[in-house]
């Protein structure tokens, strides 16, 4: 490579890999507040010990995680066998409802979010895990379909024809296809849908208040009410886990296919 | 047999009914909801009959907020993009980086920059932190266009003699001029709404739409104010759909 390529990439790694560093860095303050250390041997674990001791962090993960869930999990089954019918039959009626469902992607979350409050307030799910969850449906329903119906476009159906040919009913076949063909774009929809729920920030802010804390909730408080260095742990802490499932799954998909 | 079909039609029949309904619920009532009561009400004191000098500046700072982070967005992703094909190191920090940062939620982001930028000018430091939340979204619409290029011919061309910018302009950028556009059209659409940003990094110094309908609905408790506000932004982005549409009706007719 050259020096210029070189520059290049060394200036790209600082503007992309740069702010997240320095969260790193902040994370390992030695103060109360969000200070740089000057010296290496001033850095310090007290924030990421706080993020540990401290079990608001925990509870707001789990509210977070289950949350995701069951928003991913509606989603997958609201979405899959609408696709899987426009797929398999050209249906033109399934085609515009996943199109329409995918309206929410090109609308700002905070204007959703004005209507969605109406709704959950209605229904008395304001402050509650599951309205939250449902909530996020307008995100994870979107996610879904456009990854999902997107790798079945590109797809060939030939699997379902083929059991069916071999006797299958329409069911078993359908089964049988996604099985052996559309494991890995099931995997990646729910796992987009899980993570877009998680990391959802503006209706989770509308939708609730102190009964259900979710992580952009816990993280919020810690900007709005007081500094609260802990934050940048839990963000360093999220980046790696993200890091690391990202390469888990690149080692995996690597593997099989050496396999 | 008939009875396995009658229960498999019965089956997709539920499912295009949940997704009617989840996307009635959860996407067109709530726009109904906002636009209707933004636009049905009378103009209250705080709403439009401030005057149209507050809303022109709300609107003008939005849309330089958002057109220039998606133009910075852009540039950096297209850069980042094209230098993928020449290091492997770089693509695989890059996919990486992309991935992360497009699942690591905006309010760690936020506290972030809020801390780092915050004695930068704030329509800079709200501009340059909105370009790197929304750079995830359009970095993987480019890399997408990016990795359609075959790699016999950036590896021709550079045999021929061609400079890596040569490489750039004569093979990378018609390739993906596409995903360019798609890129930067959605980010600047998708910047238009955001409030966290301004609001933490900005101090409260930059006003924008979405900061101005989070401080009239969570400060001031007034929704008729919020939902006019919404109206403005969701007619602001239908102004851009339809100027996007007709620039590439436009180009297609030419």
Redesign the interface.
């Known amino acids: 490579m050259s020096m210029l390529k070189k520059a290049l990439a060394i200036v790209l790694i600082v503007i992309l890999g740069g702010p997240v560093f320095a969260i790193g860095l902040l994370s390992l303050s030695p103060s109360k507040g969000m200070d740089f250390f000057s010296r290496p041997e001033q850095a310090s674990f007290q924030w990421w010990a706080a993020l540990y001791v401290d079990h608001s962090w925990a509870i707001a993960a789990v509210t977070s995680v289950n949350i995701a869930i069951l928003s991913a999990a509606l989603a997958m089954i609201c979405v899959v066998p609408v696709a899987v019918y426009w797929r398999l039959t050209g249906a033109r009626l399934s085609r515009a409802l996943l199109g329409l469902s995918s309206l929410a992607f090109f609308v700002p979350p905070v204007v959703l979010a004005i209507g969605i409050y109406k709704i959950v307030l209605a229904f008395n799910l304001f402050d509650t895990a599951l309205g939250l969850s449902l909530a996020h449906l307008s995100i994870t329903i979107p996610v879904v379909g456009f990854i999902f119906s997107e790798r079945l476009k590109n797809s060939s159906n030939a699997g379902f024809l083929v059991a069916r040919a071999l006797g299958a009913s329409p069911a078993a076949a359908t089964m049988t296809w996604l099985s052996a063909s559309h494991r890995a774009s099931l995997t990646a929809a729910a796992a987009a849908a899980f993570m877009g729920s998680m990391s959802e920030a503006t209706l989770t802010i509308f939708l609730s208040d102190t009964r259900v804390t979710t992580i952009a909730r816990r993280a919020l408080s810690g900007i709005s009410q007081d500094v609260d260095p802990s934050g940048y742990a839990a963000m360093m802490a999220w980046v790696g886990i993200v890091s690391l499932v990202y390469i888990c799954a690149g080692q995996i998909k690597y593997s099989n296919r050496k396999g | 047999?008939a009875a396995?079909?009658v229960?498999?039609a019965t089956?997709?029949m539920l499912?295009?009914i949940?997704?009617?309904f989840?996307?009635f619920?959860?996407?067109?009532?709530?726009?109904?909801?906002?636009l209707i009561?933004g636009v049905s009400t009378p103009p209250r004191p705080g709403g439009f009959s401030q005057g149209g000098s507050v809303l022109l500046a709300l609107v003008s700072t939005s849309l330089t907020t958002s057109l220039g982070a998606a133009s910075i967005s852009t540039s950096?992703a297209l850069?980042?993009s094209a230098?993928t094909l020449?290091?492997r190191?770089?693509a695989g920090?890059?996919r990486?980086?992309l991935?992360?940062m497009?699942?690591?939620?905006?309010?760690?982001?936020?506290?972030?920059?809020?801390?780092?930028l915050w004695n930068v000018e704030p329509l800079l430091a709200v501009t340059s932190s909105t370009a790197?939340v929304v750079?995830p979204l359009g970095g993987l619409i480019i890399q997408s266009g990016v990795d359609q290029i075959p790699s016999v011919q950036i590896k021709a061309a550079r045999s021929l003699g061609a400079l890596?910018i040569v490489v750039l302009r004569e093979h990378v950028l018609p390739a993906v001029r596409g995903q360019l556009e798609l890129a930067w059209f959605l980010m600047s659409?998708?910047g238009?709404?955001?409030?966290?940003l301004p609001t933490?990094v900005g101090f409260g110094r930059i006003v924008t739409l979405?900061t101005a309908?989070?401080t009239v609905?969570?400060r001031v408790g007034d929704?008729v104010a919020?939902?006019q506000l919404?109206s403005v932004?969701?007619g602001l982005?239908i102004v851009m759909?339809v100027g996007w549409q007709f620039v590439r009706s436009y180009r297609a007719v030419r």
């Open positions: 047999m396995e079909k229960g498999l089956k997709i499912s295009h949940g997704l009617t989840a996307t619920v959860f996407v067109l009532l709530p726009l109904w909801l906002t009561g950096v850069l980042a230098l020449f290091s190191t770089f920090f890059y990486l980086w991935t992360v497009l699942f690591t939620n905006p309010i760690f982001l936020v506290l972030g920059f809020s801390s780092l790197y750079l890596p659409i998708y238009l709404g955001f409030y966290l933490f979405g309908i989070n609905t969570n929704w919020a939902q919404a932004l969701i982005q759909l």
